[in-house]
């Protein structure tokens, strides 16, 4: 194998993984393991004495549950008293020395591998695969990590991954590597900062989590997270099997509502379908001798299963409403939304997302592959910071996350009718530095004059009483419904620091051009310094915090 420096992305997640590195184009793209599959099922069966992941090892949940496992990253990081047994997992978990882990049959006997033993055998074959079709070693790889892990999980992942022979450059928040797989604000420059609010929404086998960035001059500053890991993809499988099991048992009086076997059987063939329900309006299901030797064939259409799954959208509607509720934000006020996640294939989700950000202004972003985004904007990370030295990568301005202070109130000028214009927005990671440009108004002004303020963030709900309706001769009076408008503005607050400077070259109007610059530093200390091109005069003003 040839010397390179060859970093990959590596989403590794409950349900399954995917690998992204950087092709000859230099464009970040997923590859395909052994089986031809980019998504990666994370699941770990022993055959024998040999292991095999991925789909092989996903379809022997049913038949092998005593040499299977599956879900197991979501025990990372636990102790077993609040280790998980996820639908779908196929060992149970059992207690070695208070952390969660897994019995298996192998030849020799029985043996027991903790989360984290499993996830560096699963690691080391996404590293063999990664290496085979790429045809070179692994240098390293950048790693997405939920909103909700804890230091601790974070650590094990990492001591997994190296376990398994990668070295881990760094571990990026998933909300984060979907905005840079995006591109969200990467060609800012002071100038031209490109600020932005945006939202991820992440939809995958079992959880769903929901990040509010703000990116400020390509920064991302993680503003609230919210989630719940008790809803996702596997929430719309659990709703088709008990619609399916009520068929079976009405066709065939065979009740399989408590037949382990069964069920699993059927958790494998309901997960196509609902696949398959996200491209066509219908979808067949069929699962070979589900119980009793009888075999089971069904079809459910995409109106059946949005029905059916009303209960697991109205639980995704209650993250969002959190996460918005965290932020003081209104939904109005969200510039971008990405979609990120296996489930947010399904065509009803990006709808009832539009439903909740409506905004004429609030673009949804999703027309990359969703379940692909997350290891991409890792492979693009990784050829950021491929070559910096270890504390360049943790001191990198690239867009990492930023757990930087940032600032609490909007910084800005008030304009000729006396509203509050923003130049710093709330919410931009510190330290941070914004420059602009204005012109003299008169001729032979002597002095230009600044004023910073502080914004305060204002949500009103203002209700607009509906035009009285012109009523036909039989019809009965009736009370129209009043129109709640929200708007969401900053109010001017506290002065922080006034200027003036004195002109040189401002004999007519717009002759000399004045140039702002300000600072703010990590202790929200702010500088303002105001010069006039070809002029000799510098003005320079602080405020401390
Ligand atoms: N085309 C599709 N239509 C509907 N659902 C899909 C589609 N493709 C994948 N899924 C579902 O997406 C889920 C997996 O998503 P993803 O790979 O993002 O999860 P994960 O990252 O492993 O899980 P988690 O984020 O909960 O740790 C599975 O439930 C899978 O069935
Ligand atoms: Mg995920």
Redesign the pocket.
């Known amino acids: 194998m040839s010397e390179s420096n060859t970093i990959i992305g590596i ?8 690998i992204a590195y950087l092709n000859k184009e230099g464009r970040a793209d997923c590859l395909a393991n052994e089986e031809g599959d980019r ?1 990666i099922a ?1 699941a770990l069966a022993f055959h024998g004495d040999e292991e095999v992941i991925g789909s092989q090892a996903k379809s022997d949940i049913a038949r092998h549950p005593n040499h299977t496992i599956a879900n197991f ?2 025990n990372l990081g636990k102790s077993f008293a609040d280790a998980v047994n996820l639908t779908g997992s196929a060992a149970p978990v059992v207690d070695k020395n208070g952390v969660p882990a897994y019995e298996i049959e192998l030849p020799a006997g029985k043996s027991v591998f903790t989360a984290q033993e499993v996830s560096a055998k699963f690691l080391r074959h996404i590293r063999e695969s990664a290496e085979a079709f790429l045809g070179t070693a692994i240098n390293g790889a950048v790693m997405a990590v ?1 909103s909700y892990f804890t230091e601790k999980q974070r650590e094990e992942l990492v001591a997994a991954a190296e376990a398994a022979g990668i070295k881990v450059v760094q571990l990026v928040h ?1 909300s984060a590597a979907a905005a840079l797989a995006y591109g969200v604000g990467q060609n800012a420059s002071n100038k031209d900062p490109q600020d932005k609010t945006i939202v991820v929404c ?8 929901v990040t509010v960035l703000a990116v400020r001059s390509g920064m991302y500053t993680v503003l609230a997270t919210a989630h719940d ?1 008790k809803v ?3 929430s ?2 659990d709703n088709l099997i008990k619609h399916f099991v009520a068929e079976f048992q009405k066709k065939s009086k065979v009740d399989i509502s408590s037949n382990k076997k069964a069920l699993a059987k059927l958790r494998n063939a309901v ?1 196509v379908t ?6 066509g309006n219908s979808a067949p299901c069929f699962v070979e001798s589900l119980a009793d030797g009888v075999d089971f064939h069904s079809n459910v259409n995409r109106m059946r299963f949005e029905m059916l799954s009303k209960n697991v959208f109205s639980q995704l509607q209650t993250v969002i409403g959190e996460v918005l509720e965290k932020t003081n934000l209104d939904a109005s006020e969200i510039d971008e939304v990405l979609l ?7 065509p009803k989700f990006a709808l009832k997302i539009r439903e909740v950000f409506g905004g004429e202004h609030t673009k949804i972003l999703n027309e990359l592959e ?2 692909e985004v ?1 290891a991409r904007g890792c492979a693009i990370q990784g050829s950021l910071v491929s070559g910096f030295e270890k504390e360049d990568i943790e001191a990198a301005i690239h867009p990492v996350v930023t757990l930087a202070p940032n600032t609490t109130k909007a910084v800005g000028v008030i304009n000729a009718k006396g509203e509050f214009v923003t130049v710093i927005p709330r919410g931009t990671a510190l330290p941070t530095r914004r420059v602009f440009e204005f012109s003299n108004s008169e001729a032979n002004q002597t002095h230009a004059y600044i004023a910073l303020f502080e914004g305060d963030h204002i949500v009103e709900k203002v209700e607009v009483k509906a035009e009285p309706v012109q009523l036909e001769d039989d019809e009965e009076p009736y009370e129209e419904e009043p129109e709640i408008l929200t708007k969401v503005f900053n109010k001017p607050a506290a002065q922080l620091v006034e200027a003036c400077l004195p002109l040189e070259n401002a004999s007519k109007p717009k002759a000399s051009k004045i140039e702002v610059q300000i600072t703010v530093d990590a202790q929200s200390n702010l500088t303002l310094i105001m010069r006039e091109k070809n002029g000799s005069k510098v003005v320079k003003v602080e405020a401390k915090k």
């Open positions: 989403n590794f997640g409950t349900a399954y993984t995917s998504q994370s990253r979501a939920p998933e992440d939809l995958g086998g079992h959880s769903f989590d890991t996702g993809g596997a719309f499988d997960e609902k696949k398959m329900l996200s491209s990120a996640g296996g489930s947010a294939r399904i969703a379940d997350v």
